[in-house]
């Protein structure tokens, strides 16, 4: 079995082979191509193992790819299509202020501008009636415009859509007919939750990073085939536990903290074996640092977080 963690600076990579021991390899990240070192390291281990590809049962893998790509502001060129009315629901938020007093505090700048954001006449309402029919005439100026300024990837957030998805569904098969290779995220499929900012919010993150997640994982399934693996990819999502890479490269919003979520969960195991149970965790890495509480023996979850507020 071999697990992978990419962070902005170093690549770990461990081997745990057939008899039960473990190898492990640090190498400098390259970016923006982060799937180089992981694949260095992997060629690496295999041969100090003399290990065969085809003999790797799996591949786990933790990565900063996602978190970084928000961080540094270098994700897709997306788009939001929303309801009448909404769309400039990323910007009133919630009633929450880091700095409560200070009156020159300036919001986080939006993953997607204020351009880029379309409303269509439609509407559900909570108990499913449909209050004004999605006219689909009304996307044929959208997609020109998402064509002009060469989108890849558009977030889709209608109102109460979390139960009634039928409208959004419309609109994505819509925007996949005319343009074959957009990428597209539906609230209804990435958060089909209540609270229209929250789901909004999400899908636009998962839309922002959806292309950069994507071609990373294609890259690296493609480096780890030259070396004969053909094992599953498993990626950490950031509730814990491991996700196809198929799963992770459709949402990949729930593999934003893979890397930090392997470390808190690494951390508790390790507690436990010493007989630890109130302990915290700092993971250092080249671009952000994290920190997790761990009471009784017990990871702490959270339905919410931010990154880069």
Do not use: W
């Amino acid at each position: 079995r071999i697990a992978a963690d990419v962070g902005g600076t170093f690549t770990d990579v461990v081997l745990l082979d057939e008899s039960g021991r473990l190898h492990a390899h640090k190498v400098p990240s390259t970016p923006p191509d982060f799937e180089g070192a992981v694949g260095d390291a992997v060629d690496y281990l295999l041969q100090q193992t003399r290990t065969l590809g085809d003999k790797v049962d799996d591949v786990a893998h933790g990565t900063t790819v996602a978190t970084n790509a928000v961080l540094e502001r270098t994700g897709a060129h997306a788009a939001l299509i929303t309801t009448a009315g909404f769309r400039d629901v990323l910007e009133l938020r919630r009633i929450h202020c880091p700095q409560l007093y200070n009156l020159f505090f300036d919001k986080p700048p939006q993953l997607i501008d204020r351009a880029r954001r379309f409303e269509i006449a439609e509407r559900m309402s909570a108990s499913g009636e449909t209050l004004q029919p999605l006219d689909e005439s009304a996307l044929a100026p959208i997609v020109d415009r998402l064509r002009s300024d060469e989108v890849e990837s558009v977030a889709v957030a209608l109102l109460h859509s979390y139960s009634f998805p039928e409208h959004e569904r419309r609109v994505g098969a819509y925007l996949k007919s005319e343009m074959p290779d957009l990428q597209i995220s539906l609230s209804s499929d990435v958060l089909p939750e209540r609270r229209e900012y929250e789901r909004t919010a999400t899908t636009v993150v998962n839309a922002y990073i959806r292309p950069v997640m994507d071609r990373y994982v294609s890259a690296l399934s493609e480096r780890l085939e030259t070396l004969d693996i053909r094992a599953p990819l498993l990626i950490m999502q950031s509730a814990g536990g491991l996700t196809p890479a198929e799963d992770a490269t459709q949402r990949p919003v729930f593999v934003l903290e893979s890397g930090p979520a392997a470390g808190v969960l690494a951390s508790r195991h390790t507690a436990l074996e010493l007989g630890v149970d109130n302990l915290i965790t700092l993971d250092m890495g080249g671009t952000t640092a994290k920190a997790s509480m761990i009471e009784g023996g017990r990871v702490g979850y959270s339905a919410e977080y931010e990154v880069g507020a």
